[in-house]
């Protein structure tokens, strides 16, 4: 079965860091775009960023450029997400996304809880 497992999320005060992981099983890595995608409480869900798996070029959010990073490891079938310079409105539920290159299908994990308090 095709699942995707976030992890790494949690407390954490303005200014740190965090970063997230995406296991991704019952994939072919390479025929999927991954991404992150995050959801704050009464918002929508928006695209944090982008990576593909072929060349890996990325994209990002206005609001996150310069403090997140995003990539992957096709090998071991993960994607990352290093969140550095965390901001209280960076909190909310961050999902991983993959969307096949064939027919634009998108999967999603569960999420994990990020939240950014003092």
């Known amino acids: 079965q095709m699942q995707l497992v976030e992890s790494g999320g949690g407390l954490v005060q303005p200014g740190g860091s965090l970063r997230l992981s995406c296991a991704a099983s019952?994939?072919?890595?390479?025929?999927?775009?991954w991404s992150w995608y995050r959801q704050a409480p009464g918002k929508e869900r928006e695209l944090v960023a982008a990576?593909?798996?072929?060349?890996?070029?990325?994209n990002y959010a206005d609001s996150v450029k310069g403090r997140f990073t995003i990539s992957r490891d096709n090998a071991k079938n993960m994607v990352y997400l290093q969140m550095n310079s965390l901001k209280s409105e960076d909190t909310g539920v961050y999902y991983c996304?993959?969307?096949?290159?064939?027919?634009?299908?998108?999967?999603w994990g569960q999420g994990t809880q990020v939240t950014v308090s003092s």
């Open positions: 990576i593909t798996s072929d060349d890996g070029n990325t």
């Open positions: 996304c993959a969307r096949r290159y064939s027919n634009y299908r998108q999967f």
């Open positions: 019952g994939f072919t890595f390479r025929n999927y775009a």
